[in-house]
């Protein structure tokens, strides 16, 4: 019982894509006849295509362009906080380094004296 389910389950999904096969073919068969039949002229039909072909890539690049200004803008940006942190570390770094130095100053001095009163 469960085999004849199994195989009515197979023929379904291969009918399925049958169908949708053939409704790829068929549209992409109707837009073609649709050009060519067209009541314009195969000469004009060339020139529209051409003519959409150069909007569609005149749309892209403009789009391409956009997106690499908008890069470069937010790379500016991230370039800028990156280096105004790096300069407050910096900073840091260098006030702990003279705490530092002033306490080892200090324990020196300390030393000093205590090795002069011994």
């Known amino acids: 019982m469960m085999e004849g389910n199994s195989e ?3 023929y379904e999904s291969g009918h399925t894509k049958s ?4 409704l790829l073919i068929g549209g992409l ?3 073609a006849a649709m050009l060519l039949f067209a ?4 000469k004009q039909t060339r020139a529209q295509i051409r003519e959409k072909g150069i909007q569609l ?3 892209t690049t403009a789009g391409v362009k956009n997106a690499l200004e908008q890069a470069r ?11 105004e942190r790096a300069g407050r570390l910096k900073q840091l770094g260098q ?3 003279v705490e530092q130095l002033d306490r080892v100053s200090a324990v020196l001095d300390a030393g000093k004296t205590a090795v002069k009163d011994a």
């Open 8 to 10: 009515e389950h197979t």
């Open 19 to 22: 169908v949708l096969a053939g």
């Open 29 to 31: 068969a109707g837009a």
């Open 39 to 42: 009541p314009q002229s195969g």
């Open 57 to 59: 890539r005149d749309q």
């Open 73 to 83: 803008v937010e790379t500016k940006g991230m370039t800028a906080g990156v280096r």
């Open 95 to 97: 006030d702990k380094l």
